[in-house]
């Protein structure tokens, strides 16, 4: 599966620091149901590549990717683990090299036209803009438009269920990258139905 035909299956990505393996599968399940079923596991803890290994085998219909690859050799353990696709803060030679081997797609990180013109050049059309906000959200990304039409975002940091339909509305963004949609305090709760209720409220926003 594309990294464009994965942004496209939900308007927003959950971005998930899962400090316990034993919330990866209702936490899956919990945000699956709610109509969220791309999920991105970020390399943050311990837990993560266990969890993103319980994911695939209890939740398959859920979408599991790995996120905060910054080493060559996480595309290595991330595709051990089962990871379905991947996501970096940032591009780097040696990144993009790995990502050429690896056996999922890898949606980068970018936070300038320089940057965004050096993925291009190792091979990238789609790219996560980040962190969105402090790069200048909506208006970094309508900036962008004018000289790279082609190009598709999934911007992701520091965006808000309030600022979320300001980003979707935009052409050249598929989707956005959001971990309001399961709070920590939440997720240590054990809250699995009030996370699907605001994973299905993220859902059924709308894309332009």
């Known amino acids: ?71 060559a050799e996480d595309f290595v353990s991330s595709a051990n683990a089962g990871a379905q696709f991947g996501v970096s803060p940032g591009l780097t030679a040696e990144l993009a090299a790995a990502a050429k081997k690896a056996p999922f797609p890898l949606l980068p990180g970018i936070m300038t036209p320089s940057e965004l013109i050096a993925g291009l050049g190792w091979g990238f059309d789609t790219f996560k803009l980040f962190p969105a906000q402090q790069a200048g959200g909506v208006n970094m990304l309508k900036a962008l438009n004018g000289p790279f039409p082609d190009i598709v975002f999934c911007p992701t940091g520091g965006i808000t269920r309030a600022t979320a339909p300001d980003f979707l509305d935009l052409p050249n963004v598929a989707c956005i990258g959001g971990s309001w949609v399961a709070p920590a305090d939440k997720v240590r709760a054990g809250d699995w139905k009030g996370i699907e209720e605001l994973a299905r409220d993220a859902a059924e926003m709308r894309r332009r």
């Open 1 to 71: 599966m594309s990294v464009r035909t994965t942004l496209a299956i939900a308007p927003v990505i959950p971005v998930l620091t899962i400090e316990k393996v034993e919330h990866a599968v209702p936490l899956a399940k919990a945000l699956a149901a709610g109509g969220l079923r791309v999920l991105e596991v970020t390399l943050r803890t311990p837990a993560c590549l266990p969890a993103i290994e319980a994911m695939r085998k209890s939740v398959p219909e859920a979408v599991v990717g790995v996120g905060t690859i910054t080493r």
